[in-house]
């Protein structure tokens, strides 16, 4: 049995005033037409044909793609009457919608909570002013951390999105803004590595020199410190990188970044490195690591990321990875002899 599964609902750039230099959905929206209703019904019908059978605990409706409580509210009203219907039949169990900091006020929670949405997503991106203006994201900080508290007192579950590596930003940026996020103490959290896209801004700075990605190790470490921050914390890291779509991937939109569709993956490899090699004390001629069968992947690293990394560092010495089920997810020790 899944435990969660989303039926993600796109609304491509459907509310979004502005023009942050990151993004693309105005090109990509005017290659498409906008969601009908029955467009919608048949969405979710598609993917509860599958996860009605595979007895899934947790089904949600998730709203994505645009500053959802920025749509005139008569579409909103449609699109969330449609939702809730699936709830109150129960056949979903949670509505979940994304948005922009300042396009969150009392009236508008107000009026979510009538259709009994459960998760308001922000797209915060980063607490840093400088960051925030050089994006053209048209609020600053306050913003934020407003909004953020009137949504847990309004009862929402918070959801937190941030971006590395975007104008101005360093890693101690983002780091700062990882605990900044902490401390607001979200239900969950987003990281997304910035990727220059096709038609943006940010691909006009990238070609006149003006802006330079990360690259995948400095986007790889800088979220490593984040994700840290989140686990400590006790907040659920639900997205680590940006997800394959018929526009995200290599030969696609992306123009600039070094995009990579197991992100995640490469990130808690690097984590789970880390905790082998802290336990590599003095000298041996072997280290076989342990680990439980779900944890066996990201212990070797994506493709085999880690095994190349100690046999190159350490080439005096041999490596073996075996699971250990008596052990737990997350939990590891290294036998050297």
Do not use: W
Request: charged share 25%.
């Amino acid at each position: 049995m899944k435990e969660h599964a989303n039926i993600p609902i796109f609304l491509p750039h459907k509310g979004c005033p502005n023009d942050c230099v990151f993004c693309n959905q105005k090109v990509i929206t005017a290659k498409l037409k906008p969601l009908s209703k029955d467009e919608v019904i048949q969405i979710i019908e598609t993917y509860l044909s599958t996860l009605l059978v595979n007895n899934t605990k947790t089904i949600e409706i998730a709203f994505f793609g645009g500053s959802f409580t920025g749509i005139p509210i008569e579409e909103q009203k449609e699109y969330l009457k449609i939702a809730k219907d699936y709830m109150d039949r129960g056949l979903v169990h949670r509505i979940r919608l994304s948005t922009r900091p300042d396009y969150i006020n009392g009236q508008i929670l107000e009026h979510l909570k009538l259709f009994n949405v459960s998760t308001i997503e922000l797209g915060v991106q980063s607490f840093d002013d400088d960051v925030l203006r050089l994006t053209n994201r048209g609020h600053n900080s306050q913003c934020i951390y407003q909004s953020s508290e009137l949504i847990k007192q309004y009862g929402f579950d918070l959801g937190i999105q941030l971006m590395i590596g975007l104008p101005g930003d360093t890693r101690k940026k983002s780091v700062e803004s990882a605990k900044k996020t902490a401390e607001i103490g979200p239900k969950n959290v987003r990281i997304y590595p910035t990727m220059v896209l096709s038609g943006t801004k940010l691909e006009e700075m990238y070609h006149k020199g003006g802006y330079t990605p990360l690259n995948i190790e400095d986007a790889i470490e800088t979220t490593k410190q984040m994700y840290l921050i989140f686990k400590r914390a006790g907040i659920n890291v639900i997205r680590v990188g940006l997800k394959s779509t018929d526009h995200i991937g290599k030969g696609k939109d992306v123009v600039a970044g070094d995009y990579h569709p197991a992100f995640r993956q490469l990130v808690e490899g690097d984590l789970i490195k880390d905790i082998l090699e802290d336990q590599l004390k003095g000298s041996f001629q072997k280290a076989v690591f342990y680990g439980h069968i779900s944890s066996l992947s990201n212990m070797i690293g994506n493709g085999k990321r880690n095994k190349i990394y100690f046999e190159k560092k350490y080439p005096d010495q041999s490596f073996e990875f075996k699971i250990d089920n008596q052990l737990v997810k997350d939990e590891f020790r290294v036998e050297l002899v």
